[in-house]
T-cell receptor, first 116, second 113 residues
Framework: GAVVSQHPSRVICKSGTSVKIECRSL??????MFWYRQFPKKSLMLMAT?????????EQGVEKDKFLINHASLTLSTLTVTSAHPEDSSFYIC????????????FGSGTRLTVV | QQQVKQSPQSLIVQKGGISIINCAYE??????FPWYQQFPGKGPALLIA?????SEKKEGRFTISFNKSAKQFSLHIMDSQPGDSATYFC????????????FGTGTQLKVEL
């Protein structure tokens, strides 16, 4: 089945540094990638939608300059958390629709970011 | 703005019992309602989904019941097993909504022996 590979699964970084999270579609072309943030025992909150070859669309309240999203190819989308702070610590998950919407969405395995 | 409300927040069920999780939505434009299962430290995985033109869909031990007039839908897990212990999310999306999913708040299910 369609798989999105997300890396890294866990990362610890120092405040002020930047962290890049990658999501690769392994056996299909992901023209769209959704990026979510999830706090412990909470729901998934959509941060932004990336489309291959165009600028990402951010949800209201999400800082574009802090969460840089790049979707340079049909198989790779990246999220870079810039100048990370402890409050950016969270679980980040990517997701891509598989063909049409009725086929569902495949999710990456998530990245646990801890900023110290 | 929370457009999909989910209950209960947590649920404990005995092995072999029926787990029931409920969701209610506000946006009448929603026309696709999936349920996801998430284990700790993992991304969600699609369990089952329904469109509003049917009132029920069953796949194995999992059944979705849909009440369009009440704007409610529920997940029933029959013969619940300890391996079903996970967090379950309902979700909804609209045609033309850019394939965006709006998630419910999640239900932590624990199935005890």
């Amino acid at each position: 089945g369609a798989v999105v590979s997300q890396h890294p699964s866990r990362v610890i970084c120092k405040s002020g540094t930047s962290v890049k999270i990658e999501c690769r579609s392994l056996d299909f072309q992901a023209t769209t990638m959704f990026w979510y943030r999830q706090f412990p025992k909470k729901s998934l909150m959509l941060m932004a939608t990336s489309n291959e070859g165009s600028k990402a669309t951010y949800e209201q309240g999400v800082e574009k300059d802090k969460f840089l999203i790049n979707h340079a190819s049909l198989t790779l989308s990246t999220l870079t958390v810039t100048s990370a702070h402890p409050e950016d610590s969270s679980f980040y998950i990517c997701s891509a629709p598989i063909g049409g919407r009725e086929n569902g969405y495949t999710f990456g395995s998530g990245t646990r970011l801890t900023v110290v | 703005q929370q457009q999909v409300k989910q209950s209960p927040q947590s649920l404990i069920v005995q092995k072999g019992g029926i787990s029931i999780i409920n969701c209610a939505y506000e946006n009448t434009a929603f026309d696709y309602f999936p349920w996801y299962q998430q284990f700790p430290g993992k991304g969600p995985a699609l369990l089952i989904a329904i469109r509003p033109d049917v009132s029920e869909k069953k796949e194995g031990r999992f059944t979705i019941s849909f009440n369009k007039s009440a704007k409610q839908f529920s997940l029933h897990i029959m013969d619940s097993q300890p391996g079903d212990s996970a967090t379950y999310f309902c979700a909804a999306s609209t045609t033309g909504g850019g394939n965006k999913l709006t998630f419910g708040t999640g239900t932590q299910l624990k199935v005890e022996l």
